[in-house]
């Protein structure tokens, strides 16, 4: 069921540029618990964003990759850190809020920047990474700020991933370090990883044919559900 779910999370991060993990967390989290289930998709992440990265290479824009990438890395860091001291249920209770809030923040970001240069993507690198550490699910807080800054289809998916490939490296680093990644959380995430890689390779002919507004809507249909999910493991565990 894991990897099934995994192709289809692949499928969709595929067509939009994000959203695996929107996807998956609602299944990791009751099989592992927040804080095994964000390293293991830190890893999954990893591959997913490397066979986007592969996908599209030729499209990849590098000033935005390392303007988003270099102040994201070490804020990521801090996140992982984070993550790792907040107390039993907090992590799974916080982590639904804040996907859910992604719709409402993604859209006042969409209409409050409609252009981005290299210093927009510096502070949103910095911002999202820090929160990347923690939730992991913040694509949709970094799509508008790609898309603002001129970059469509294959130069955002592109793009994107290898700026969030970076970042994702930090993690994984970060979280070895702080004895949360074992040889298991890596197996488990290099696993999933794959089936996401799959799915992203399925459906890479129909990523240049999906509509802004089809985009849109999978994206917050997905979110909701996914973080109302993980809100209602979180209080559970809480009480």
Same mark, same amino acid.
């Given at each position: ?8 999370? =692949? ?21 592992? =618990? ?23 290479? #030729? ?128 197996? #488990?995430?290099?696993?999933?990883? =794959? ?45």
């Amino acid at each position: 069921m894991l990897l099934s779910v995994a192709l289809a999370a =692949g499928a969709l991060s595929g067509l939009v540029g994000t959203g695996a993990s929107l996807l998956l967390l609602p299944v990791l989290v009751p099989m592992f =618990g927040a804080v095994e289930a964000i390293p293991i998709m830190a890893v999954a992440g990893f591959l997913a964003n490397l066979s986007r990265a592969l996908a599209w290479w #030729r499209s990849i824009a590098w000033n935005a990759v390392l303007a988003y990438a270099l102040p994201g890395m070490p804020a990521a860091a801090l996140g992982a850190y984070t993550l790792i001291h907040l107390p039993a249920g907090w992590p799974e209770a916080m982590l639904g809020l804040f996907i859910m809030a992604l719709v409402p923040i993604r859209r006042m970001a969409i209409a409050r920047f409609s252009t981005a240069g290299i210093g927009h993507l510096a502070l949103t690198g910095a911002v999202v990474g820090f929160l990347t550490g923690i939730f992991l699910s913040t694509g949709p807080l970094s799509v508008p700020a790609f898309l603002a800054f001129g970059l469509v289809r294959g130069a955002f998916i592109a793009t994107e991933a290898a700026a969030s490939l970076l970042v994702q490296a930090a993690k994984i680093v970060s979280f070895r370090e702080f004895g949360a990644i074992t040889v298991t959380t890596m197996m #488990r995430g290099v696993v999933i990883g =794959g089936a996401l890689m799959a799915g992203t390779f399925l459906v890479r002919p129909l990523a240049a044919s999906l509509g802004d507004h089809h985009f849109r809507t999978m994206m917050d249909v997905v979110t909701l559900v996914s973080g109302a999910w993980l809100l209602a493991l979180g209080l559970g565990h809480l009480h």
